[in-house]
Every structure is written in structure tokens, then in C-alpha cells.
């Protein structure tokens, strides 16, 4: 089945910028949609960006014109570019796969992002 590998968490400044990526693999089609989920402590998982097969994207308001994510159908990769960054997007990211052949969604082990000064 699917294993997602993410990677490019870190420690920034506030107003600083991160590049998170994640790989998907062991299928041998592409992704239905693939995106990042973040969970700060005590709070659930909540949906950042997601970026569908043909290319449509959404995000969530709080990241509206900050985030940018980016996918590569081919080599079932997805990016999420974040400037910007604020204290509150301090959180683990977690990749997201909807893959259509297993008709299930895949998760991946989840990178730290912190925003401090």
C-alpha cells in the first residue's frame, strides 16, 4: 500500500518561510488528492491545503495567500511552500493521501513546524 515520507519541518522566526514536502510510494498509479492536515497540542487535525489530481486547490482562510501548495502527479509529490510564518502555524504537519484504487485516505508520521522567536 501507500507510505508517505514528509520532510522540511524545522524552527523559524516569525515573517520567516518553511518548504514541506512529501513523497508517496508503493502504488503504481498517481494520488486522487494529496494535501497537509495540522494539529497543534490539544487541538484536533485540521485541514492546511490540499491539491486534487487535476490540479484544483484549497486551502484554509488562515493560510489564504501565505501557503502555497504544489503537487507533481507523476512523481506523486506534494510541497507546500509557507511564508509568513506566524506563531499560531506552529503545529505537527501531517501529509494527506486520497488514493482512489484503495478508495482510502493515507497519512504520513507528521513533521514538527515551529514559528518562535
Known amino acids: 500500500q501507500v507510505q508517505l515520507v514528509e520532510s522540511g519541518g524545522g524552527l523559524v522566526q516569525p515573517g520567516g518561510s518553511l518548504r514541506l514536502s512529501c513523497t508517496a510510494s508503493?502504488?503504481?498509479?498517481?494520488?486522487?488528492?494529496m494535501g497537509w492536515f495540522r494539529q497543534a497540542p490539544d487541538n484536533q487535525r485540521d485541514l492546511v491545503a490540499r491539491?486534487?489530481?487535476?490540479?484544483?486547490?484549497t486551502y484554509a482562510d488562515s493560510v489564504k495567500g501565505r501557503f502555497t501548495i504544489s503537487g507533481d502527479n507523476a512523481k506523486n509529490t506534494v510541497h507546500l511552500q509557507m511564508n509568513s510564518l506566524r506563531p499560531e502555524d506552529t503545529a505537527v504537519y501531517f501529509c494527506?493521501?486520497?488514493?482512489?484504487?484503495?478508495?482510502?485516505?493515507?497519512w504520513g508520521q507528521g513533521t514538527q513546524v515551529t514559528v518562535s522567536s
Open positions: 508503493g502504488s503504481a498509479d498517481s494520488y486522487y488528492a
Open positions: 494527506n493521501a486520497y488514493w482512489a484504487r484503495y478508495g482510502r485516505d493515507f
Open positions: 491539491i486534487w489530481n487535476n490540479g484544483l486547490t
